[in-house]
């Protein structure tokens, strides 16, 4: 079985502080990892991804197979960097690449 | 080009109906996946579709609900005898193909309340 855990359901910084929201999966498989975000009255997208190396909106995160991690980084957060992010988990070794979504994290950035 | 489109947008439904919700994937995208949004259990995978084929319906809650897809395209996900318990946003995501390498394009979901 595949699962997701994201042990923040809010998380409140100040403009300018440094963001890391936590992402831990369990998977016996090769696992792809994704950050997805949901910004007020949109839809859900996708943010970045483990195959990707990409740094998305100055957003990075790091796929740490010896600790089963993809923390999601951003040294300065933004107002707008105000959402909800999900972390999710898609087997590259199943069929039918169906998402398992960890149970998000809500990022407040005050100003 | 349009991104993935869902209706209706809200349905409000009294117990004990039936409700149809509605995909269009984006042109092209062999893969199309639903999802159930829900305050209790977060964002949990229903069932896939490759082409009109859905390989996977395990994820389907009971067997009251059930999917289907015609021309690679269209899809509607079928929920019968509504219950309370079925009050969500509905999700659809489709992808160009299945392997592990594809993105998931969502649609706005339908907000279902079950009275």
């Known amino acids: 079985a595949q699962r997701v855990t994201q042990p923040e359901k809010l998380l409140s910084v100040f403009k300018g502080a440094p963001v890391e929201l936590k992402c831990n999966y369990s998977?016996?498989?090769?696992?792809?990892l994704f950050w997805y975000v949901q910004y007020s009255r949109q839809r859900l997208q996708l943010l970045l991804r483990?195959?990707s190396r990409e740094s998305i909106k100055g957003f990075t995160a790091d796929l740490n197979k010896g600790e089963t991690s993809f923390h999601l980084k951003k040294p300065f957060a933004q107002e707008e960097d105000s959402a909800m992010y999900y972390c999710?988990?898609?087997?590259?070794?199943?069929?039918?690449?169906?998402?398992?979504f960890g149970g998000g994290t809500r990022l407040m950035v005050k100003p | 080009g349009a991104g993935v489109s869902q209706s209706p947008s809200n349905k409000v439904t009294e117990k004990g109906k039936d409700v149809e919700l509605r995909c269009d994937p984006i042109?092209?995208?062999?893969?199309l996946y639903w999802y159930r949004q829900s305050l209790g259990q977060g964002l949990e995978f229903l069932i896939y579709?490759?082409?009109?084929?859905?390989?996977?319906k395990s994820g389907l809650p009971s067997d009251r609900f059930s999917a289907e897809r015609t021309g690679g395209s269209v899809s509607t996900l079928t929920i019968q005898r509504t219950q309370q318990e079925d009050s969500a946003v509905y999700l659809c995501?489709?992808?160009?193909?299945?392997?592990?390498?594809?993105?998931?394009?969502f649609g706005p979901g339908t907000r279902l309340l079950v009275l």
């Open positions: 579709f490759q082409g009109n084929s859905a390989p996977d």
């Open positions: 998977y016996s498989g090769s696992p792809e």
């Open positions: 999710a988990l898609s087997g590259l070794d199943n069929a039918g690449n169906m998402l398992t």
């Open positions: 042109s092209g995208h062999t893969a």
């Open positions: 483990h195959i």
């Open positions: 995501a489709s992808s160009p193909g299945t392997s592990g390498q594809e993105t998931q394009y």
